[in-house]
């Protein structure tokens, strides 16, 4: 079954994000390579009706386009920003939607879109990747 597209551009990256506080991926969780950083305009719905762009740092494996966001600070973030104007939504669910282009979040941040403009503006993600860390340790024989 074909994944819904909700943005009109193309889709870019595979995305990642990353829910253990005590592993960073400076290496490539697929490839073994190092990560870079890289600043991303993230696209972020949080219920109820709160579509915020967030320009965040990221780790990101260019070979496996791979793009990695750190669930601890993108939440801190999020808390900072609605903790000021929107207390009531500080912990709500949200939703990773995608990425836009830098000049339009800059434009966006000068004159906020309409709700239904950003879907024109939204990149998708290629993909959305889980991840598991494998602690390591003693296992029986198999």
Not at 57 to 66: A, H, K
Not at 89 to 102: E, K, P, Q, S
Request: with cysteine; charged share 30%; net charge positive.
């Amino acid at each position: 079954m074909k994944k819904k597209q909700y943005g009109k551009l193309p889709p870019r990256y595979r995305f990642v994000l990353n829910p253990y506080e005590d592993v960073r991926f400076s290496s490539c969780p697929n490839c073994n390579r190092k990560t870079r950083l890289r600043k991303v305009p993230l696209l972020i719905h949080v219920d109820p009706m709160n579509p915020v762009a967030l320009n965040k740092s990221c780790r990101y494996c260019p070979d496996c386009d791979l793009l990695i966001v750190h669930q601890d600070e993108l939440e801190a973030q999020l808390a900072a920003l609605f903790s000021t104007h929107k207390p009531e939504v500080v912990g709500n669910d949200y939703l990773v939607i995608g990425t836009l282009d830098r000049a339009d979040w800059q434009r966006g941040r000068k004159t906020p879109f309409a709700a239904g403009k950003l879907l024109d503006i939204l990149h998708d993600f290629k993909e959305v990747v889980k991840i598991e860390v494998d602690r390591g340790g003693w296992r029986p024989n198999e």
